[in-house]
């Protein structure tokens, strides 16, 4: 088990660093002069040529990358000149945010998806699969966006329930209102592919001849159920690696529409402003942060499932 | 009428004997198979996809919905009077079903029915072009990384795996803030951020043909592996592709709305409809069912290609 | 119409079993080895598929090749076609040298073809039958007409009527497939057909079929074969010689009919026995041979010297030291044992032969002190 962790985490190595690359290359080859929100408009040409120079706007590609790397395994992301902040600070703050909404609504799509996908499985060709595959289907149709408007719409507007955005830390109960509509439009497509491959898994693992034989064995049912549950949830995990990264991916619409202070909201505010500097530096955590979760998701799925953990060594 | 076609399977014996008299028996029976065998229908694959797909009504129908907005929107001069570009203020606001303008319009007066119909051609490009673009790309990359192995192989598989290591839409969001707004650039983005999948499921696909012996046989007759992966290979994994990027269509169309919800699609004041939806938010509480609507339409067209890619993938589905 | 079909004129070579042999082979593989490097439980380990083959391919003959799965026949039947480039050794075909890891000649390529075993996957799925037929015409650049009127010949000439290249593979059963896969290799009209377990995966009366069907085609196109099968049976009815294969290694090779009915090396003779018989009386349950170990040792770690000891009853010493060469116990019987190793020229003494044959037949343990007049070779140092 030792040398399979070190084995994925040397995988995961060189991820990392490409990661890292096309991020720097992303922001480094846009159109458009980097320095031109640093230098004031009726800057001589010397004038400009020394503000490149102090930035190594003019150094070959491979040296600014390294330099670039360098500080940031340092925690320096830069600095932002319009917001006058240390670009890590910045998404110091955010990342937990946006920590937090993801954890939440991966584990309540992903809680509900298994319990639809189950239903769906077990009572095959019923009322119930039929209305599991209705609403996945939607659940895969329906834009974030579209429906944290609707939310909205309902909760916030209509009915008055729920608060229409922003967090309030410092009162718990107040920031967990706060979290139920980004959790719910964020989270309704997680649901709807997790209960689209739990389905297809437990179709699969009831055909399969060894249920057969646990019933010829005498197994109650609810036990027999339990081996499948079990049989049919490694593709489950498999796939929650990708959500949470379509999560993490999607936070930007719904912290957007919600005010959510997360890493979302501040690429958001970051591209309207052409702060190039911190849509670096967001890009690159959110994407570090999914390739870390991919290999924790790996890891785990090797230690529940053995025939996982044979293919990977 | 429903029942799936079952292949002939033909006569086994063909000229099978040692004596003379055995092999003109044989003959005749070849030739009176010869004139029955014009009845016979030679069953292609795309051909029984086809057939099979027709039968599903609810890809049909799907697949006609598609084909209706398409239409819609290719001739959106001709179903409506307006402008998309152009609003009356005076007629700010009104409610679906107001005289002369049965989807209302917006905030600035400007009719939804047009802006709907011709934001359609921008929604639909935004689905179709980038991922029949990464489709044609990702072929290429994963068949090439399959036939050629070694380094070639690695090289391209691993640089897939990184791109691929990216969410989704950070992706697109992050190369749309690089290149700036735009459809265009909108197109780019969703075009690289579908690659690698595609790249993937073709070079899965690729190694699993060419290690059957009908490549074997066609590297025998000393083709050029340039041709063999054009008539051996690719004809074997398109279906594979085919079915896993008609999935992605919905999603590509939902990318390039949220690209334009976040700015960085079309500029306004151009119909697309992420973007309407967005611009439209401030009016939810005066006119909310005709904020509702580009949203409705982007899950309308969204389910409509995911019910039909469902039933593509059906009818590719066989033993064939 | 009958079914005499213009063909090409049969090349005028001695019927097979006539006394005068052709004096050159057609094509002869000297020292031929392949090996693979593979991963082994992670790490990386060379496997020896074919070792040291030697053989030659008469013209007009078929030359069966038959062993246990997994002993290097398809390996060996790739290396011949030039599917795979050989690790070592030489090849010679007519006149014309192939040296191993060096691009084939394009008159060498062109006259040798292969019909493959599995008939569901030798035929491209997306293609027609007559497209399948007409590929390598294609490649060839040959005139369309051409094509067409060869595509339906060669489908007329393995018994299948004409209309059928229109149709799909899926449409054919296995033995119709089967055909149209021999068709192809007729397309080209090659001098050496490599049928590689090209009727294991047919029933048995379809096999009869298809056997029945090449050996017609081998008279009428003048064809050259090379058998592959582990079908003992199979092998015997379409053989004029035979190579019996263990480990990537030639144990014996002969003309058929002498080498089934006085096998000389103790594997040839297990593989024999193991055929299933009717007939209580022969029941082959009791021979001695069924005694040894029947786990095939790993072509990735072979045994020593020879790589049949740890199977063979008569295991000697020196079995594990060196190599049994070939040696020519009987005129064109060719076989690599120890028991049958003599002085340093390779030649046995008649008597020898016969004695040790007969030991091997009866099963009697043959002790190796016992065993030749000459005496056996000291153990190298």
Partial sequence: MIRLVLRRVGLAIPILVGVSVIVFLLMTVVPGSPEAGLVPEDATPEERAAIRDSLGLDDPLPLRYLAWVGNALQGDLGYSEQRRREVADLLGQAWGNTFVLALVSAVFGIALGLLLGYLAGTRRGKAVDRLVSVLSLGGLSVPSFFLAIILLAVFAGGLQLLPSGGADFDDPLSAARSLVLPVLSGSLITMAITARVTRAGIVDVLGADFVETLRAKGLSELEVRRHVLRNAISPVLTTSGVQIGALLGGSVLVETIFRWPGMGLLLYNAISARDLVVVQGATLVIALTFVVVNLLVDLLQAAIDPRVRGTMS | ?320 | MTDTLPGPTPVDVPAPGTATLPKRPLMELLDVSKTFSVRNGGRRATLSAVDGVSLKIWPGRTLGIVGESGCGKSTLARLITGLHPATSGEMVFEDKQILANRRRPREVVEQMQMVFQDPSSALNPRATIGESIAFPLEVRRRPREEIRARVSQVISDVGLPASYARHYPHQLSGGQRQRVNIARALALQPRLVVLDEAVSALDKSIQAQVLNLLTDLQSEYGLTYVFISHDLNVVEYISDDVAVMHLGQVAERGPARRLYDQPLHPYTRLLLSSIPSLDPALSTRDQPLDRSNGEIPSPIDPPSGCRFRTRCPFAMDVCAERTPPPVLAEPDHVVACHLYTADENGVVPRGVTESVARRVAEGSEVDAAAVPEEPLPDPAP
Avoid: C
């Fill in chain 2, 1 to 320: 009428m429903s029942q799936a076609t079952v292949p002939v399977l033909l006569p086994e014996a063909f000229g099978a004997g040692t004596t003379d008299a055995d092999r003109q028996a044989a003959a005749k029976l070849r030739e009176e198979w010869n004139a029955h065998d014009q009845s016979v229908r030679a069953q292609s694959f795309w051909k029984e996809t086809g057939k099979r797909f027709l039968r599903n009504r609810t890809g049909v129908a799907a697949a006609g919905i598609v084909l209706l907005l398409a239409l819609a929107a290719t001739f959106a001069p001709l179903l409506t009077p307006y402008d998309p570009l152009l609003g009356q203020p005076l007629d700010r606001l009104q409610n679906i079903g107001a005289p002369g303008h049965p989807l209302g319009t917006d905030e600035q007066g400007r009719d939804m029915l047009a802006r709907v119909l011709y934001g359609g051609r921008l929604s639909l490009v935004a689905g179709f072009v980038p991922t029949v673009a990464a489709a044609l790309i990702g072929t290429v990359i994963g068949v090439t990384a399959a036939m050629l192995r070694g380094v070639v192989q690695t090289v391209l598989m691993r640089f897939m795996d990184v791109l691929y290591a990216f969410p989704a839409i950070l992706l697109a969001i992050a190369v749309g803030a690089a290149l700036g707004p735009g459809l265009t650039n909108t197109i780019i983005a969703v075009t690289i951020v579908y690659i690698p999948p595609i790249a993937r499921v073709a070079e899965a696909a690729t190694r699993r043909v060419v290690v059957q012996e009908f490549i074997e046989a066609a590297t025998l007759s000393g083709a050029s592996r340039f041709r063999i992966a054009r008539t051996q290979v690719v004809p074997n994994v398109l279906n594979d592709i085919i079915v896993y990027a008609s999935g992605l269509v919905g999603v590509a169309m939902i990318i390039a709305a949220s690209l334009s919800f976040l700015g960085l699609g079309s500029p306004p004041p151009a119909p697309e409809w992420g973007y309407m939806l967005n611009s439209l938010r401030g009016t939810l509480s005066t006119t909310p069912l005709v904020t509702i609507i580009p949203g409705f339409f982007i899950f309308l067209t969204s389910v409509a290609f995911n019910l039909a890619s469902d039933a593509l993938r059906e009818a590719m589905d066989s033993r064939l």
